[in-house]
């Protein structure tokens, strides 16, 4: 009984681990390298500064203000709609879409893109960690 019991409980703590898949965890490991290489004093991501990153308001590319919740939402679990095309646009959360922080070239492509129509520059590799911790957790 004790033996079920402790894989339930295992199976569960596996079900509900908020881990990236093997080549994500190696482009986390690179932008890790990345920002320690930029700040010595770096420690790891946090998905505290990753959450501010994602709702902080900018001037924007085309200089009406945005945020990444301008076309994600603040609740990650639903969908969005891209403001530039008025696409829908399925759910960040990867607990909602398992899709989600899946495809190393994708999330590459979209953050280049997203930081650029935010805050019309790339991320850094600090920001791009945080923000990936913060978005893997939801
Ligand atoms: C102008 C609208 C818009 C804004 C603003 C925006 N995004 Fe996106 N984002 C999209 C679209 C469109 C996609 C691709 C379509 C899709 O995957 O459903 C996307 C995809 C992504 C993906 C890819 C996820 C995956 O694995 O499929 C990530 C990560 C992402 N956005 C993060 C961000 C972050 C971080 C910000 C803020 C810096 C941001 N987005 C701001 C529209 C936007």
Sequence with gaps: ????VCFILLAFTLLNAKEFNAPMK???????VEAKAQNPNFTGFDAKRGEAIFVSK???K???????????????????QNVNTNKPITALAPSANSTRLTD??????????NFNDV????GSA????DVLTYIINQ
């Excluded at 190393?104 to 893109?113: I, N």
């Design 119 to 122: 805050f019309a520059r790339e």
């Design 104 to 113: 190393v070239a994708e999330v590459e492509k979209w953050l280049r893109r």
């Design 1 to 4: 009984m004790k033996k079920i």
């Design 26 to 32: 190696t482009y986390m490991e690179s932008l890790s």
């Design 58 to 60: 900018q001037a924007g």
């Design 62 to 80: 085309k200089g009406t203000q945005m945020s990444c919740t301008t076309c994600h939402t603040t609740n990650l679990k639903n969908g969005g």
């Design 126 to 129: 600090l920001e791009k960690g």
